[in-house]
């Protein structure tokens, strides 16, 4: 989880999986980026997500951002049959 308001912090325009692991804000590439809109954000960022408030949308694109959803592969296990 991330919030509008430490984007300013990141120091860049174009903020990504990889910008948000590098520095700390996910454990492993496989963590869920969910965007919420607590703080403000002064600059105008491009950040890639993986789900995202409304109202954060609307933060980021109020200081001329933008949200970018990731498209996220479902994957779904088959359950075999069990024999008894």
Known sequence: I????????????????ETLLKLGY????RDYIKLLSMGEVK???????????KKAIEKIEKSGGKVIINERKKYVREKKDIKS
């Open 26 to 29: 996910l454990s492993s590439k």
């Open 43 to 53: 600059n105008a960022v491009n950040i890639t997500v993986d789900i995202a408030s």
């Open 2 to 17: 991330i919030n509008v308001g430490e984007l300013d912090s990141i120091g860049s325009n174009e903020i990504s999986r």
